[in-house]
């Protein structure tokens, strides 16, 4: 990713156009075959150096560029950039790095599914206590759990192919865009729609039918939006691992290194530091769709300038930080680990609560009312917990079964035996979890990932 939005190869592809350009005008003898000889021999021979030793005198770094780029061909030199503004160069060239970039974002996102694939299959069936308000609910599946990150992020992997399938170059439109130049310096004759069409074949992207000096700006902000996406849903894959690896609950474990430190002033933390960077920067990188409806809102009339400065970082910091969050994902998927004792013991502290939602069911089967029967349970349930707070036993059970009311429809042995012995109903969790990996895997091909399982 450095290297598609490195400087070079940002001037790579300016001269890669010009060059396109030139071979296009060509057919049309406005260039002669030596000078395009001459043009491709020197298009890769980018000179940093001077072309900022330019810059620096004309303040212009396209054009700083143009000119390196001439003083190393003394025939064909002369030719370059007719009939273009600058912007027929930078934005062609930006769209060409942003496809490269989602090419290599959907590759890191497929390693990324295909591991939590293999996690939502190997622990579809395995349970574990669910939480709402970050407070115990009722049982579900770890795989399930896992499940609701995997439709995210396969989710993310079609709007990217959507959003890249959709990708347009802004062509070879002049400087507002309605081809005048262009229909000037190759006559009325000329078939401007199959030159725009060639240029758009050899760079491998369609164009735009209308812009303006600039491709639509929206097209920025599309993409910052799926990649604010992706951050988002790792942001909560991080926020869920802190929580669950806090000690008091325990159940899961991002990798920690033999030799790695996590406090110098607390030798015995084992801070969820790659989790907490994944949080740290998905949320710088959902602040930059904002930055991107601004320049699109902002776009007035045919074009003004004000969008230039921030768009050099905006676009490659949004690839670079999702890249970035992408490989601390893979990381953290493929080598976190599950404690089967902190999860059976949780499951254990909390079944006989979980449990009510059952017995209430079955109240209801037998003649009672759902509302007082709904009533009854939570006094039962805030009153032992309470005591369970004051370091008592859990008394819910006893609670249940000695309750007159729930007695009518139930005999007291059988309200404690489905407190005591609660069967874990997970309903369909392994199933629904199942299904959907199974889906992902054949919509997105063979997928393989590799990691730690339970400790």
């Given at each position: 990713?450095?290297?598609i939005w490195?400087?070079k190869h940002?001037?790579?592809?300016w ?9 296009i005008?060509a057919k ?5 075959p030596?000078?395009l ?10 000179d940093?150096p001077?072309?900022l030793?330019?810059?620096?005198e004309?303040h212009?770094d ?5 000119r390196?780029?001439?003083e ?5 030199g002369?030719v370059?950039h ?9 934005d ?11 090419v290599?974002?959907e590759?890191r ?6 591991i ?13 206590m ?5 407070q115990?609910a009722?049982?579900?599946?770890l795989?399930?759990?896992l499940?609701?990150?995997l439709?995210?992020l ?6 990217l192919q959507?959003i ?14 309605n081809?005048a130049?262009?229909?000037k310096?190759?006559?009325e004759?000329a078939?401007?729609e ?5 240029f758009?074949r050899r760079?491998?992207v369609?164009?735009?039918?209308v812009?303006?000096q600039?491709?639509?700006r929206?097209q ?5 939006n ?13 926020l869920?691992l802190?929580?669950?690896q ?9 990798p ?10 607390m ?13 740290s ?6 602040q ?5 409806w ?11 300038l ?6 050099r970082t ?12 992408l490989i ?8 976190m680990?599950c404690?089967r004792v ?14 009510q939602?059952n ?7 037998r003649?009672?009312?759902r509302q007082?029967?709904?009533e009854r349970?939570?006094q039962?349930?805030?009153n032992?917990?309470d005591?369970?707070?004051r370091?008592?036993?859990d008394s ?5 079964a000695?309750?007159e009311s ?10 404690r035996?489905?407190i005591?012995n609660?069967?874990?109903n997970?309903g ?11 889906e ?8 393989e990932?590799?990691g730690r399982g339970f400790?």
């Amino acid at each position: 990713m450095r290297e598609i939005w490195s400087e070079k190869h940002k001037r790579k592809l300016w001269r890669l156009i010009w060059v396109v350009v030139a071979e296009i005008q060509a057919k049309y003898d406005l260039v002669k075959p030596e000078q395009l000889q001459e043009l491709r021999a020197n298009q890769d021979k980018v000179d940093i150096p001077r072309a900022l030793e330019i810059e620096n005198e004309i303040h212009h770094d396209l054009m700083a560029e143009l000119r390196a780029f001439a003083e190393q061909c003394p025939l064909g030199g002369g030719v370059l950039h007719l009939g273009l503004t600058s912007m027929d160069i930078v934005d062609n060239a930006d769209v060409l790095r942003m496809h490269n970039s989602l090419v290599h974002i959907e590759s890191r996102l497929k390693k990324l599914i295909a591991i939590l694939v293999e996690r939502v299959l190997n622990w579809a069936d395995y349970p574990v206590m669910g939480y709402t308000h970050l407070q115990p609910a009722e049982p579900t599946t770890l795989g399930y759990r896992l499940a609701s990150y995997l439709q995210d992020l396969d989710q993310h992997l079609v709007d990217l192919q959507r959003i890249k399938a959709n990708l347009r170059l802004k062509g070879l439109k002049g400087a507002v865009g309605n081809r005048a130049a262009l229909r000037k310096l190759l006559g009325e004759e000329a078939d401007l729609e199959e030159v725009e069409q060639e240029f758009a074949r050899r760079l491998g992207v369609d164009i735009f039918p209308v812009t303006t000096q600039t491709y639509p700006r929206l097209q920025d902000w599309q993409m910052t939006n799926l990649l604010a996406g992706i951050g988002a849903t790792l942001h909560r894959f991080a926020l869920d691992l802190r929580f669950l690896q806090t000690p008091a609950i325990g159940e899961w474990q991002e990798p920690f290194g033999a030799r790695q430190v996590g406090s110098s002033a607390m030798p015995f933390k084992r801070n969820p530091i790659l989790a907490e960077k994944i949080d740290s920067l998905s949320r710088l990188l959902a602040q930059y769709p904002r930055l991107a409806w601004d320049n699109a809102a902002f776009a007035m009339l045919e074009r003004t300038l004000d969008d230039s400065a921030n768009r050099r970082t905006l676009l490659p910091e949004a690839f670079l930080l999702a890249d970035e969050l992408l490989i601390c994902g893979e990381k953290l998927l493929a080598e976190m680990t599950c404690n089967r004792v902190a999860i059976e013991r949780n499951l254990l502290t909390y079944a006989s609560f979980a449990a009510q939602e059952n017995l209430l069911m079955a109240l209801v089967q037998r003649g009672a009312n759902r509302q007082e029967m709904h009533e009854r349970l939570r006094q039962h349930a805030i009153n032992a917990w309470d005591r369970i707070e004051r370091g008592e036993p859990d008394s819910l059970a006893e609670l249940i079964a000695m309750d007159e009311s729930m007695q009518r429809y139930m005999p007291a042995e059988q309200l404690r035996e489905i407190i005591l012995n609660p069967q874990i109903n997970t309903g369909d969790a392994a199933y629904l979890a199942r299904k959907l990996a199974e889906e992902v895997k054949k919509r997105v091909g063979k997928l393989e990932g590799e990691g730690r399982g339970f400790i």
